[in-house]
């Protein structure tokens, strides 16, 4: 079983930043991407950012230019780097570990989530 901890959620003013990671509990070369979703209250949880093995990345459009994802893999941890923070950043934040089975199958990890809160 692989473990997900993450860490650096919190309250934050509008134009501010925070820093999450994402501590795995083994290392992150062993799963195809390390991902960051996010869900607001009522909304369905989205993918906001993708950091694949090959040291890619992607992100949705509403957080491009603002947001960055990077690992360390000596620490077996992934961040996101969150820059000019709006309230409709706020969600809970959670980490997720995926790793290609097959054409179509794939298996996946959760992290328990860290809430972010942008004040206006």
């Known amino acids: 079983q692989v473990q997900l901890v993450e860490s650096g959620g919190g309250l934050v003013q509008a134009g501010g930043s925070l820093r999450l990671s994402c501590a795995a509990s083994?290392?992150?070369?062993?799963?195809?991407?390390m991902n960051w979703y996010r869900q607001a209250p009522g909304k369905p949880r989205e993918l906001v950012a993708t950091?694949?093995?090959?040291?890619?990345?992607n992100y949705a459009d509403s957080v491009k230019g603002r947001f960055t994802i990077s690992r360390d893999s000596a620490k077996n941890t992934v961040y996101l780097q969150m820059n000019s923070l709006k309230p409709e950043d706020t969600a809970v934040y959670y980490c997720n570990a995926r790793l290609w089975t097959g054409a179509s199958s794939f298996t996946q990890y959760w992290g328990q989530g860290t809430q972010v809160t942008v004040s206006s």
């Open positions: 083994r290392s992150t070369f062993n799963f195809n991407t």
């Open positions: 950091f694949t093995n090959g040291g890619s990345t």
